[in-house]
């Protein structure tokens, strides 16, 4: 795997390319994301770096976290998460981590949380074709039959249901970086990324492994 950072969305817009395309693009404010742990084989079994972004108040930590974060000279930091790497000689703790690792038309992952839409129906999760409107279908938004008759006399595990929609990990693999803002730290990744507007996101450089 490979070094990635931490941001957060800044909403969409668009930009023109040199022949006058609209091109959607998300902005995110990406990092910068010191390095407050380098994970070892020898001390945690694995080797690793763990990143931290968003500072907060110190009011908002606890002394432990505290203590972490002392070992790299940080300062009380929101969010922490750690990237795997085959070799961790080239960084540093308190290594500060920047948009600058990216390039233009590189080939990222970006994985956030989706927005949470609530307990939805059918139709609205799934997808679920309406019943007739009929006066007296009586089955409008209706799911139907979910069961299977008296053998096995219940309803299968994973039965598509109403249910809580959104709000789950997602990753959307394979975005191209379209312009890379190093002085204010911003990334402008084509098309859309998960989550809302303030929505936290990490993104990596796609497995080259698959392709």
């Known amino acids: 795997m490979a070094v990635g950072i931490l941001g957060t969305k800044v909403g969409m817009t668009q930009i023109f390319d040199e ?12 990092g910068p994301c010191p390095i407050t ?15 931290g972004f968003g500072e907060k108040t110190q009011k908002g930590i606890n002394k432990p976290e505290l203590g972490h974060l002392a070992k790299s000279g940080s300062p009380p930091l929101r969010h922490l998460h750690e990237y795997r790497l085959e070799n961790t ?8 981590i920047k948009a600058d690792i990216f390039t233009p038309g590189q080939i990222v992952d970006v994985m956030g949380t989706s927005i949470g839409k609530g307990f939805a129906g059918y139709q ?17 938004r209706a799911p139907g039959s979910t069961g ?28 191209a970086i379209v312009r890379v803002d190093a002085e204010r730290n911003l990334l402008l990744i084509k098309g859309a990324v998960p989550g809302k507007v ?14």
Do not use: C, W
């Open 19 to 30: 022949t006058g395309r609209a091109i959607p693009v998300t902005v995110i404010q990406a």
């Open 37 to 51: 742990q380098i994970k070892t084989q020898q001390t945690d079994g694995y080797t690793a770096i763990q990143v």
């Open 89 to 96: 000689g080239d960084y540093e703790l308190g290594q500060p």
């Open 124 to 140: 609205k999760r799934h997808n679920f074709k309406r019943g007739p409107m009929a006066h007296g279908s009586k089955n409008h």
């Open 148 to 175: 299977a008759g008296t053998t096995p006399g219940r309803v299968y595990p994973g039965k598509r249901m109403a249910g809580r929609l959104g709000g789950k990990q997602i990753t959307i693999r394979k975005l």
């Open 198 to 211: 303030g929505a936290l996101l990490s993104i990596t450089p796609t497995n080259k492994v698959g392709k």
